[in-house]
């Protein structure tokens, strides 16, 4: 069952949701506000207006979920391709009005080439892992076109630990997940928050320059990366 995309539906069909809860590997259970899925223009932070400012071109929104940054960007007379794995999410994006909707796995998707691929609210997680983000980043530099770029945001949460308590056998942003919607629970999934120095670190050996544009202040940055090689 997609549990989220449950939610999601019941949001866009009644204009209200149950909540939703995200339980995690490292405490408990949060309440995840659906709403924030359905964010207006005039909603949406100042990191995320300025990664959409900086968009040009051919544009691939990936993990576009209901279409928030798809809708602003088509607004703006862009040609914004919008790609989603969950049907559900996918299908409300349609009737939504974003012209150009994808239901499918980044990973399986390699037939356009983009001068922009942006993955907001975290989009580059994912990847799940370390490994994940080595696969993907090269897939990703793949679908670029020779002057492109890839505009992504991602967390620091070295916060949610203590020096003593830092994971030793794996990156300590390697987050596990599941969904939990009117008493049903969806599969446990991985999630990648990735600092930056490790990003940039990680970029270079696949031939990317990782260049920060913000920091807001709550370990969260935006950043651009394009091919060097």
Not at 25 to 42: A, C, L, Q
Not at 58 to 64: E, N
Request: glycine content about 10%; hydrophobic content about 40%; overall charge negative.
């Amino acid at each position: 069952m997609d549990v989220f995309g449950k939610a999601l539906t019941d949001y866009y069909e009644f204009g209200q949701s149950d909540k939703l809860w995200l339980h995690n590997n490292y405490g408990k259970p949060e309440d995840m506000p659906v709403e924030v899925f359905f964010r207006s223009g005039n909603d949406i932070p100042e990191l995320e207006e300025y990664a959409l400012a900086l968009c040009r071109g051919k544009i691939l929104d990936i993990g576009a979920g209901v279409g928030v940054h798809s809708l602003i960007l088509q607004s703006k007379g862009f040609d914004v391709t919008a790609l989603e794995i969950s049907g559900s999410a996918a299908g409300i994006m349609s009737g939504r009005g974003v012209k150009s909707v994808i239901n499918m796995d980044i990973a399986s998707y390699t037939n356009a080439a983009y001068d922009t691929l942006l993955l907001l609210m975290n989009g580059i997680g994912l990847a799940g892992d370390m490994e994940g983000l080595n696969a993907l980043l090269p897939h990703l530099k793949n679908l670029l076109k020779e002057n492109g770029q890839i505009i992504l945001d991602s967390s620091d949460i070295a916060y949610l630990y203590n020096a003593r308590n830092l994971p030793r056998k794996n990156y300590y942003g390697e987050i596990s997940y599941r969904y939990e919607y009117q008493g049903n629970q969806g599969e446990w999934f991985k999630w990648l928050y990735i600092d930056f120095n490790k990003l940039s670190e990680i970029a270079a050996v696949h031939g990317m320059l990782c260049q920060l544009l913000i920091e807001d202040g709550m370990d969260q940055y935006l950043a651009r990366l394009t091919k060097i090689r």
